[in-house]
């Protein structure tokens, strides 16, 4: 047993992956942008890497347990920065969730509400005693999620505010969710689909409008349906094989919507085709399995429940993402973790992978 | 210790590894999607790329320019620019159209209705804002390709009538294919293709038409071109030369400027059209664009109705050019002798109703020769009575009126030769006597178009030989029908006819020319009832007159008719038959010169026949 946590124990597997993933990213930004007026975006995303890097080892050097002592201020915290969003925040693409700092670069705070949640129900599941969730635990699991969730739909952020609920999900399962509970769960998620169904006048125009192209996607040519049909477009017409790198139609003529970032799966489906694809789910089922084994070997129920809310959020996100890119689900603006270009979603896993690292180096320590 | 950091509590193995399995099931569905559209379906999504990139521009075609008999071009092509409006990306769109509506000076509601007419066509489709582009539209245009790169610019192919409303009505106009022609077509215009919508723009629309090209572009998402592909290039339309005579033309045009009427010049022998006049008329070069669509209703509505070319739609009352036939038709019938006269006191009395003569004063003793002279109207009513409608119908229509001419034009009317068959077909009762004294002097019911009578004249001044009118120069299959007359019949009406214009006292003598054999025969017909009239508070008539030269075989025949006018056919439509035929002759005989190259000036009047002295006789 040693007494210090060592950079040495950092899991320099998963970090192996993590990079060959990034890789990937900055390699197919690079060729989804280089010939337009957006060039030389490959080189921020460098810099996004880089701030995440130093952000990940920031973050691992302090102790986890400390960090969950914090859990009710970061929680309540983060559920104000939320409403100080509301208020304040600045208006990007019709959505609330910045706020600016000294014109430096503007904080996504729901960003920052992802490790915030993925700590507070890691310390809230590590306080029950038992392998057995009473309803009421469930209760309170159900209300920690649904408020900075519900904040975050308001802004509105649809996609942010759903991967809060599969931290809540996968925590809950591993906590010992009975199987009745389950079931109830499951059904009332199909009791709820029809209300919500009925309910949807009360979304935003936004949203109601993915839902209808989700369902109808040829009746909208160019609004998301249209962005999903292209997106289908460039991967199917990827073949198997793939167009070659900065070849794809699809992608250097800018059929494929933010094909540099939410997108950027279709656009490497197109040009590196289905093998390049599975390559990366494989590499994708690789970091998870990473993760889950990281979990498996934490020294303690905290740090497990660490490891997985970041593999939910992270697993979500790529599960999210490639079903929209192949028109199995409606377009969300879930980025896909490490490929995707962007300063916040970046240095969000970074951080999160920083909470794992934290974890496993600590395994040994007293 | 907090209570939630005792670690008494065991790592649920199971459980964990659960998730894992999850994962990987999930990462297998992942791929079989993947499979499904990459492995699949490739094929076709392959093929919707390529639809997504690759654009087909037209190349449009030029049409192929109209000659006149000389080669001078009465109508050409010229490239033009259209503007094109992209409409791929509302965001950017709805930002720029206030500065295109003021750069380009279209109003915002002509834009608003160009974008609302084309809003169920594809996105990806642009629309046309400006469909003539000016040389400043253009310059905008280029200028501003980095911050308004919606504006595109495309070639097409304009038509140019030189001289705007000369000969509109035969050559017609062109316009966008018709829903109709498109579905007839089987596949062969597109929609909005030029096609001839009218005269000899449409009758010789298959020549003139060329084959567009295609020009395959790639795109990209908001629909700019980016390269290249391939090029076929675009096959012109052919020229067509016509027989009309441009110099001809523009004095029949400029005799005719401010009045309502029509104009047919033909080469006798051959039915070569020379000239053609409609008034009033329209300029083609209106359609040659896009025509808006209240300046269409107004030239469709219009009581004027400058769309119908009247020189073969227009059906009316021949008048007294009629006596043409009679006249005919009493010598070559040989139903009554050609001594035959009749005593003129200005009126008559015919089954128990008063028919008067044009001259209430009447014209006393008068035989044939007189009676054409002097157009009198009871020497005709006579031999009409004599000779009867079916004798009368049997001449008017075999010399060809009350049947279409087959001239080379859509639309040609047919007019009405009336019969006793006609009658009892369409009004199911018998031939009223009556009716046959006012067909005798060509009112009643019979009606012609104007190109009829000159068809008409030409044949009994040539013995019989109806040519078939036509505008295009070496028309292959022009048919010739004969319809024999008598020489004696030729001779006597001819010589008649040579004496309106050459006689003292003739009807139209004020038109007769120096060195030229003019004849003709005037005509003055009321178009509606005497009731419509006074109903509509007009006492205004149709003058005709109908002229051609030489007196035997001639070369040239000219109707002209000009209508709702105070003066008589001699007055008001003779002096553009003189001015065409003058011209004719003018123009041969400068053109006889130059082939004898400075010898002495050809003798027009030379090989004249013994007329003059004929009409000597008639003082």
């Known amino acids: ?366 | 210790m907090p209570s939630w950091n005792v670690n008494d509590q065991k790592i649920p193995q199971a459980r964990l590894a659960l998730v894992s399995y999850l994962s990987v099931i999930f990462v297998v569905l992942l791929m079989i999607g993947f499979w499904k559209l990459q492995v699949v379906q490739s094929g076709h999504f392959a093929d919707l790329a390529d639809r997504n990139r690759t654009r087909s521009i037209p190349i449009i075609a030029p049409r192929g320019e109209m000659l006149d008999r000389e080669g001078r071009v009465l109508v050409d092509s010229y490239p033009s620019f259209s503007i094109l409006l992209l409409r791929d990306d509302p965001k950017s769109l709805g930002k720029s159209l206030p500065q295109i509506e003021e750069g380009l000076g279209i109003s915002h509601d002509d834009l608003q209705q160009a974008l609302d007419t084309a809003k169920n066509e594809p996105k990806f489709q642009p629309v046309v804002i400006k469909p003539a582009a000016t040389q400043a539209d253009i310059a905008f245009v280029e200028s501003h390709r980095a911050d308004l790169p919606l504006l595109e610019l495309m070639m097409v192919q304009r038509r140019r009538y030189q001289h705007g409303e000369m000969l509109a009505n035969a050559v017609g106009y062109v316009g966008e294919v018709s829903a109709q022609q498109l579905e007839d077509s089987d596949g062969h215009y597109r929609p909005g293709d030029i096609v001839g919508k009218a005269g000899l723009e449409r009758e010789y629309n298959d020549q003139l038409e060329g084959t567009d090209g295609m020009r395959r572009v790639v795109v990209n998402s908001v629909g700019k071109v980016v390269r290249t592909l391939d090029d076929v290039e675009s096959i012109p339309g052919k020229p067509i030369q016509l027989t009309v005579d441009y110099d001809l033309q523009a004095i029949a045009e400029t005799d005719m400027a401010d009045k309502e009427g029509a104009v047919v010049a033909m080469d006798a022998r051959t039915g070569e059209i020379l000239a053609m006049v409609s008034k009033p008329t329209f300029d083609p070069n209106d359609f040659a664009v896009r025509i808006p669509q209240d300046e269409w209703q107004k030239l469709n509505t219009d009581k004027h109705t400058p769309l119908l070319n009247r020189a073969i739609q227009a059906q009316l009352a021949p008048g007294s050019v009629f006596k043409i036939v009679m006249a005919a038709a009493m010598v070559d019938s040989k139903l009554i002798p050609e001594s035959y006269s009749v005593y003129c006191p200005g009126h008559a009395n015919f089954y128990g109703r008063e028919f008067h003569c044009w001259r209430p004063q009447g014209h006393g003793e008068v035989e044939l020769h007189r009676a054409i002279v002097d157009s009198c109207d009871i020497f005709f009513y006579n031999v009409g009575k004599m000779l009867g409608i079916d004798k009368i119908a049997y001449y008017g229509s075999g010399l060809g009126l009350g049947r279409r001419t087959g001239v080379d034009l859509p639309s040609e009317e047919p007019g009405l030769m009336p019969s006793e068959e006609w009658v009892e077909r369409v009004y199911h009762h018998k031939w009223y006597a009556g009716e046959t004294i006012s067909v005798a002097i060509g009112q009643g019911a019979v009606t012609v178009t104007p190109i009829q009578l000159a068809r008409m004249a030409a044949a009994v001044a040539s013995g019989g030989t109806l040519v078939q009118p036509h505008f295009l120069k070496g028309y292959a299959n022009a048919k010739i029908e004969h319809f024999p007359l008598s020489d004696d019949a030729v001779e006597k009406v001819t010589q008649g006819l040579f004496g309106v214009v050459n006689e003292g006292g003739g009807t139209a003598y004020h038109l007769r020319l120096a060195n030229i054999d003019l004849c003709g025969k005037s005509g003055t017909a009321q178009l509606m009832s005497y009731d419509a009239a006074n109903r509509l508070g007009t006492k205004k008539m149709d003058g005709w007159f109908v002229g051609f030269a030489p007196r035997r075989n001639p070369e040239i025949v000219v109707a002209a008719i000009v209508q709702d006018t105070m003066e008589h056919g001699g007055e008001a439509a003779g002096p553009v038959v003189r001015d065409i035929v003058k011209m004719y002759y003018d123009k041969k005989a400068a053109h006889n010169q130059q082939q004898a190259g400075g010898e002495a000036p050809a003798q027009p009047g030379a090989n004249r026949p013994l007329v003059a002295t004929v009409g000597g006789q008639h003082p």
Not at chain 1, 118 to 130: M, P, Q
Not at chain 1, 280 to 298: F, H, M, P, S, T
Not at chain 1, 324 to 345: A, C, D, E, F, K
């Open chain 1, 1 to 366: 047993m040693k007494d210090r946590p060592r950079v040495q124990d950092f899991d320099w597997t998963l970090l192996a992956i993590v990079a060959a993933i990034c890789g990937l990213g900055v390699m197919e930004i690079y060729s989804s942008t280089h010939a337009s007026a957006m060039a030389g975006m490959q080189w921020k995303q460098l810099t996004w890497l880089g701030i995440g890097v130093v952000g990940m080892f920031l973050i691992s050097r302090i102790d986890y347990h400390t960090l969950l002592d914090q859990a009710p201020i970061l929680y309540i915290c983060g559920v104000a920065g939320l409403l100080v969003v509301m208020v304040i925040g600045s208006t990007h693409l019709g959505a609330k969730r910045w706020i600016s700092m000294g014109g430096i670069f503007n904080l996504q705070v729901s960003e920052l509400m992802k490790l915030i949640i993925i700590i507070v129900l890691a310390r809230f599941f590590s306080e029950v005693r038992t392998d057995r969730l009473t309803l009421a635990d469930l209760v309170k699991v159900g209300a920690l999620t649904i408020v900075p969730a519900a904040l975050i739909l308001k802004q509105p952020d649809l996609g942010t505010a759903m991967v809060l609920v599969p931290v809540a999900i996968v925590g809950a399962f591993i906590a010992g969710i009975e199987w009745k509970h389950l079931a109830i769960g499951v059904v009332l998620v199909a009791l709820l689909i029809p209300v919500a169904w009925n309910m949807r006048h009360h979304l935003k125009p936004y949203q109601q409008q993915r839902i209808e192209t989700f369902l109808h996607p040829e009746e909208d040519q160019r609004g998301a349906g249209y962005q999903i049909l292209q997106s289908e477009i460039a991967v199917g017409s990827g073949g198997f094989w793939g167009k070659g790198f900065g070849k794809g139609s699809q992608n250097q003529l800018g059929f494929v919507p933010v094909r540099y970032s939410d997108f950027i799966l279709a656009a490497l489906a197109e040009e590196q085709g289905f093998i390049g694809v599975c390559v990366v789910l494989l590499l994708y089922l690789g970091l998870i399995l990473r993760l889950v084994d990281n979990a498996q070997k934490a020294k303690d129920r905290a740090g497990m429940y660490v490891v997985m809310g970041v593999t939910a959020i992270l697993g979500f996100h790529v599960l999210v993402n490639a079903s929209m890119v192949i028109g199995y689900m409606p377009v969300t603006g879930i980025p896909l973790p490490l490929m995707s270009y962007g300063g916040s979603s970046t240095a969000f896993v970074f951080l999160a992978l920083g909470l794992v690292m934290n974890v496993r180096m600590r395994r040994f320590v007293n």
